[in-house]
């Protein structure tokens, strides 16, 4: 069973500034899909990528597959309180299902 | 038009009791997914419907079943309930036909059992 590594587990920031969090596989990812997730909702996709190197921007947010396609990044530039969340990456498996990492607790304040 | 919706909202139960929770898909969905979302934690897949049936299934026991309506909503029930079944339950929708697995994600209901 692919097991996904998230980290940091609790990221805690000021408005302004820049953060990264990773998304980490014992195996190669047949694709990646990253979401967020605020309290009390259900998590909301932000992007999938596919091709090892792929490089996606989502307005102040990048993502990157790694070359080997076992890694994954999320930076987010400049962030604002309403990122605040949690992120989570998602291999997608065979058929639709997901296996999710644990996440990373995201918290900007102003 | 409305999103996945879920019910109830939240839910307190007792060790042994049963549960039924219910889904209503994205409009134009056919495909609903449940997943279990305990504290701390990310989403565990349980199991998919499509066409009535259950298509696909995660590491969880019999005590978990489910079923579709033809109208696509659908219900998670799970018997004799267990402290460790306390967690938010996600009901997840798509399209079957539609953008590669862009799945839509419900609030959720926040199951309690004591």
């Known amino acids: 069973t692919q097991l996904l590594e998230q980290s940091p587990q609790f990221l805690s920031i000021q408005e302004g500034e820049n953060l990264t969090v990773y998304c980490n596989s014992s195996?190669?990812?047949?694709?990646l899909q990253w979401y967020r997730q605020e309290p009390g909702e259900g998590p909301v996709l932000l992007v999938t990528v596919v091709t090892g190197g792929e490089v996606k921007k989502l307005k102040r947010l990048t993502f990157q597959f790694g070359d080997a396609r076992k890694d994954s990044s999320l930076h987010i530039t400049a962030a604002q309180p309403g990122d605040t969340g949690l992120y989570l990456c998602?291999?997608?498996?065979?058929?639709?299902?997901?296996?999710f990492g644990k996440g990373t607790t995201l918290s900007v304040s102003s | 038009d409305a999103g996945v919706t879920q019910s109830p909202t939240h839910l307190i139960k007792t060790r042994g009791q049963q549960v039924t929770l219910r889904c209503s898909p994205k409009s134009g969905h056919d495909t609903v997914s449940w997943y279990q979302q305990a504290l701390g934690q990310g989403p565990q897949f349980i199991f998919q419907?499509?066409?009535?049936?259950?298509?696909q299934r995660g590491n969880f026991p019999d005590r978990f079943s489910g079923h579709q309506f033809p109208n696509y909503s659908s219900e998670l029930n799970v018997n004799a309930l267990l402290l460790g079944d306390s967690a938010l339950y996600l009901c997840a929708s798509r399209d079957l036909a539609g953008v590669w697995n862009e799945q839509f994600f419900g609030p959720g209901t926040r199951l309690t059992v004591l």
């Open positions: 998602a291999e997608v498996q065979a058929g639709t299902a997901l296996i």
């Open positions: 419907y499509y066409e009535e049936e259950e298509r």
């Open positions: 195996s190669v990812f047949s694709s």
